[in-house]
């Protein structure tokens, strides 16, 4: 009499290699899961660097604008100023260059204040309000010249100040202006100026006073 093989023992056989495929689909799609997020987190990574760069390159060139700016408008403010304290009056070509100089000024803000983070946002009044007081002040017939070089004076510290912050913010090197003037600049309102020393800036022309 043959030996019969147990009815059980192919179902388990079968169980088993059943299990097994399962397992393996289970191992698969586990496998296929975690490279799927891992994926995703490379691609994620890569666009978050893209976004930091243009957002820095953005920044910089909206910093460099204004910058470019401001230095131009000193200029012409320097010599305007020298004009009207010198009691000159400033002629047609010079009050048109500074109207000029102070729209330019005014355009070059909005995309600093879009895309400057706080802390420097604070930053650019202090650096452009005074410059545009000055300008007013120096389109004013007859206006007072005691309070020219006080305006001109809270610009340049706002305006080093500023420059300082923005370099920071874009990983450049920059001066230590916290230990020079305290936290923030002095803003120089309409009806008082500061009167401290000037702040030697590189937009500031060499005085001829």
């Known amino acids: 009499m043959g030996s019969q093989v147990p009815v059980w023992i192919p179902i388990v056989v079968a169980l088993l290699g059943l299990a097994g495929v399962i397992l393996t689909q289970i191992l698969s799609g586990r496998r296929e899961t975690r490279r799927m997020a891992e994926e995703v987190a490379r ?4 666009w978050q660097r893209e976004r930091e760069a243009r957002t820095h390159e953005t920044r910089a060139d909206a910093y ?7 230095e131009a408008f000193d200029g012409v403010l320097f010599q305007a100023r020298a004009i009207v304290e010198s009691d000159r009056k ?3 070509h010079q009050i048109t260059e500074l109207r000029e100089v102070r729209s330019e000024a005014q355009h070059a803000l909005g995309p600093v204040v879009l895309h400057a983070p706080e802390a420097v946002r604070r930053l650019v009044s202090d650096a452009t309000l005074p410059r545009m007081r000055l ?5 004013e017939p007859d206006g007072d010249r005691t309070r020219l070089r006080p305006a ?9 100040v500023m420059r300082a912050r923005m370099r920071a913010d874009l990983g450049f090197d920059a001066e230590p202006v916290d230990e020079l003037y305290g936290a923030q600049p002095t803003v120089v309102s309409s009806s008082s100026e500061s009167t401290s020393e000037p ?3 590189t937009s500031r022309p060499p005085s001829t006073l």
Request: proline fraction near 0%.
């Open 43 to 46: 691609e994620e990574r890569r």
């Open 135 to 139: 300008a007013m002040m120096l389109l």
């Open 152 to 160: 001109w004076e809270a610009g340049q510290r706002g305006y080093r």
């Open 64 to 70: 460099a604008q204004l910058m470019g700016v401001l």
């Open 90 to 92: 400033l002629d047609e």
């Open 199 to 201: 702040a030697e800036t």
